[in-house]
């Protein structure tokens, strides 16, 4: 932990062992960049100690990765003259050729960036209406805008790339969507009942936000308790590979939901080879996880301020470490396991900060990193980041009784990078677009589909599971997708001991969440009972 | 102590039943730091003497010292990282074995920092050893730390000088 030379590349660890490919070399804008096979074009990047990949349209401000897994563009780059690459999701190959899509200097590109930031023309989003009148204007103001945001040069046409495969489809019982534990638990208990199952995710292996979890897992015996996460999603994994009902389509991201119970989804193959896959089955559960929330604080876009699992996916699945010295916001369960899973990467914590009172997170978590050191500062707030393309520190501040920043209470702290860790959100869009009923249960983290006690929604034979049903965790994921998949299966076909084994997971469930600190969640779930 | 569970540390003196003197000079046994009734059941299921009781899942745990014969059991299955083991020597020193999950393991002679719970400088400590339990990735290490017998009831972490 102290001891290590830095270096980005984690070596040793107590936990996980990186095995890394082939060494290659690629090009970020020229510049020969060392890296491993296997490596994102963003981790490879940041291990090189770059970490601004582009620059924000209108302001110029710069931009590195923020989610690191494919959700939030902030990370977008040419390659290979390819526009717009999502380079966190993408893997470095020999020879490549990566670019920042900055803008080339131009007169007038200068002339409207300071007329922006001094306000002179409409605000956000103002061009998109002032611009688009008549047919003659808009061809010009296009080509302006284009040639201004650095988007202006039509890459030369790659002979390799861009070629259509042709499409698949896939018809059967049971589609899932989302491979973490609720999902795949979903899919195994769908499978027992003898359905034909598609378990589709868009990651290149099953387990969800397991895969990043070094630490070992609460819960009951019966649910893997005690196991550590990443072994957890390796268990679920194998034990799903074992069902010749079950097809596990991999690198596949479900985009859209279509009239007849068809699913469009896209399979990756290689960099820029995909294939479209169209979905048809008689029932459906989404259990797509959750998103990252974020915070408003000044220079929140800074290179360097990430989301809490960007860089758990940097660090726990690249190895390769975010920083020196991290400074964390938000002392929930994931932001206190984020801390120690950064001082097991031999990187240093200065503070986690978290506005409420108290922690919000379970006390061990919190034990865990305070005996190691850790301040955690409650009742505070972050105030800005500092630094000029990268983080280089951050102000702090003290919150009255009202959550307001108290005056004078105001502290520059030392780090290199910040996580966001301030919560999530249930993923709800593909249910919202199948015509799923939403409800606000802020007790469940937001918006979710309306579902009932046998996790089917206000569709019937739409049923969701996990995170996406209200977060919570692992072994209730677990429990929520085997009620999900026996639910979806006893519309199809009689049972009677699936239906005996449905009702104890039931149970289960009820048992799980009887303790003074599942009350919000109790509270959540009744209000997104239907009616 | 609601107070101090949210800001994440305890005292000596919020654990409540220690085992006595003489029970600490027979041998190891564990100390269950777990104060918070959260839905995990880990450490009953490892306890091969059925010296840890829980009702529900959500309970906490508890100790029988007469049944714990300190086979370090509990302390490697806690997720939590709670559970940590002590006893006195025949000549009145003071042992604690703790969960250490980092790379720079001490090596056994070293001279090292004891720290409390809030990670402040409690006195040195020799280490007597260091030890990993479990395969793969049920694998944890732990030190073995010799200290003055007053101490073991705070000295929950080590740092390396
Ligand atoms: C830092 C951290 C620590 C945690 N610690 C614990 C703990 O100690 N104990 C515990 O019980 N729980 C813990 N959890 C919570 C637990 O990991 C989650 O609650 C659980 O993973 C939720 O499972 P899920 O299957 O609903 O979602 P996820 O595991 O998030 O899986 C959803 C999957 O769906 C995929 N997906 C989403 N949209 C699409 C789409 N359109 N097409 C294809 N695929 C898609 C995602 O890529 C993902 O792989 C922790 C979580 C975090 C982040
Ligand atoms: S999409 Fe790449 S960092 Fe978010």
């Given amino acids: 932990m102290q001891g290590e030379r830095y270096s980005p590349r984690i070596q040793e660890h107590p936990i996980l062992s990186f095995e890394r490919g082939r060494k290659i070399k690629f090009f970020f804008d020229g510049r020969e960049i060392e890296a491993y096979e296997g490596e994102t074009i963003t981790a490879a990047l940041y291990a090189a100690g770059i970490r601004q990949l582009t620059e924000s349209l209108k302001y110029r401000r710069p931009r590195g990765f923020f989610c690191a897994i494919g959700k939030c563009s902030s990370c977008l780059a040419q390659v290979d003259g390819v526009s717009n690459v999502k380079t966190c999701v993408t893997l ?213 301020v990430m989301g809490a699992g960007g860089v758990q996916t940097l660090m726990n699945v690249q190895g390769i470490r975010p920083g020196k010295n991290g400074l964390i916001i938000g002392a929930g369960n994931v932001g206190l396991i984020l801390a120690y899973q950064l001082l097991q990467a031999g990187v240093r914590v200065e503070a986690v900060i978290e506005a409420m009172p108290g922690v919000g997170g379970y006390f061990v978590h919190a034990a865990k990193i305070r005996r190691a050191g850790v301040p955690i500062l409650t009742s505070h707030t972050i105030l800005k980041a500092l630094g000029k393309g990268s983080v280089e520190g951050a102000v702090v501040a003290k919150l009255d009784d009202k959550w307001n920043p108290l005056p004078g209470s105001e502290k520059e702290l030392e780090c290199d990078f910040i996580c966001v860790a301030v919560g999530l959100h249930p993923s709800f869009e593909l249910p919202y677009q199948a015509g799923c009923q939403l409800k606000y249960v802020p007790e469940l983290g937001g918006m979710v589909p309306v579902h009932d006690q046998w996790m089917e929604t206000s569709v019937p034979g739409i049923y969701i599971a996990g995170d996406t049903s209200g977060i919570e965790e692992a072994s209730t994921a677990i429990l929520g997708g085997r009620i999900a998949g026996l639910s979806a299966g006893l519309s199809l076909v009689k049972d009677r001991e699936a239906e005996k084994l449905r009702s104890e997971f039931v149970k289960a469930l009820e048992e799980f969440r009887d303790n003074p600190l599942s009350a919000k969640i109790r509270e959540g779930k009744k209000k997104a009972q239907p009616r | 102590m609601e107070k101090r569970l949210r800001q994440g540390f305890i005292t000596s003196e919020d654990l409540k039943n220690l085992p006595d003197k003489e029970r600490l000079k027979k041998g190891w046994v564990a100390v269950i730091e777990c104060p918070q009734n959260i839905p995990c059941d880990a450490c009953i299921y490892a306890c091969k003497t059925q010296a840890l009781e829980m009702k529900t899942v959500a309970d906490l745990p508890v100790i029988n010292y007469d049944k714990c014969i300190g086979c370090f059991q509990c302390m490697h299955a806690c997720p939590g990282v709670a559970i940590f083991m002590v006893r006195l020597t025949d000549d009145g020193k003071g042992m604690v074995s703790l969960p250490y999950e980092f790379t720079d393991l001490p090596k056994a002679g070293e001279t090292v920092d004891l720290l409390n719970r809030l990670g402040e400088k409690l006195g040195p400590a020799r280490v007597i050893r260091t030890f990993s339990m479990g395969k793969d990735a049920a694998k944890s290490s732990y030190v073995t730390v010799e200290t003055a017998p007053e101490l073991i009831w705070d000295a929950r972490f080590i740092r390396r000088r």
């Fill in chain 1, 92 to 304: 470095v190959k020999e020879g490549m050729d990566v670019r920042s899509q900055k803008r080339k200097f131009s007169l007038l590109g200068s002339l409207v960036s300071a007329a922006l930031k001094r306000g002179l023309f409409p605000s956000v989003g103002g061009h998109y209406k002032k611009l688009v009148g008549g047919p003659l204007v808009w061809p010009l103001a296009r080509r302006a805008i284009k040639a201004m945001a650095g988007f202006g040069e039509f890459p030369e046409p790659n002979p390799t790339l861009g070629k259509f495969l042709p499409s698949e489809t896939w018809e059967g019982d049971l589609v899932v969507i989302g491979g973490g534990p609720a999902g795949i638990s979903a899919a195994l208990y769908g499978a027992k009942l003898g359905l034909k199952v598609a378990l589709v995710d868009e990651n290149s292996r099953l387990g969800g936000q397991l895969v990043k979890q070094t630490h070992r897992f609460f819960g009951s015996k019966e649910y893997y308790a005690g196991t550590r996460g990443f072994e957890i999603g390796r268990i679920l994994e194998k034990e799903a590979a074992s069902y010749s009902n079950i097809t596990v389509l991999l690198d596949t991201t479900v985009f859209g939901f279509y009239p007849g119970n068809i699913l469009g989804a896209v399979q990756k193959i290689d960099f820029c080879k995909e294939k479209m896959v169209k979905l048809r089955a008689k029932r459906m559960v989404f259990a797509t996880g959750a998103y990252e929330r974020t915070l408003i604080f000044e220079n929140n876009d800074l290179p360097g």
